[in-house]
């Protein structure tokens, strides 16, 4: 793949997956209050100002996270959907739930925080997988 070969409407559908993905995890629907508990905060302790700065800085991961991922499916000798789910869930597994652990337990965060966490990159990373290799 050459920095020029970039799918931009797959990049874009993947990070908008990613949005769309966070917003229904954290959302009272699936994982919100169980989250705010652990954290043990409030809805208006998180409603404030730096909402808006996470929220930013969450959308340009995802884009880097797209376009990385982009880059690993392309370097797949064949490339389907089932494999940019495979690298996508290898990636959301192998590489961000993984990463996860170190904090967890040097900051004592609580294992909570970590499933709901863990399993929100392990599902956003495939699904953008699918998406990026429907478009490589």
Known sequence: MHLFDIHILGI????IANTLIGAMWYSPLLFANIWMKSLE???????TGSANTGY???????VVSALVLSYFISLLDSISIGNGALIGFLAGFGIAAARELSPTFFEAR???LFVISA??????????????????
Do not use: C, S
């Open 12 to 15: 874009i559908l993947a990070v």
């Open 41 to 47: 905060k409030t809805r208006e302790e998180l409603n």
């Open 56 to 62: 930013a800085l969450t959308m340009i991961a995802a």
């Open 110 to 112: 609580k294992m909570t």
């Open 119 to 136: 399993g929100y990159h392990i599902v956003a990373l495939t699904v953008m997988g699918m998406i990026l290799a429907a478009f490589a």
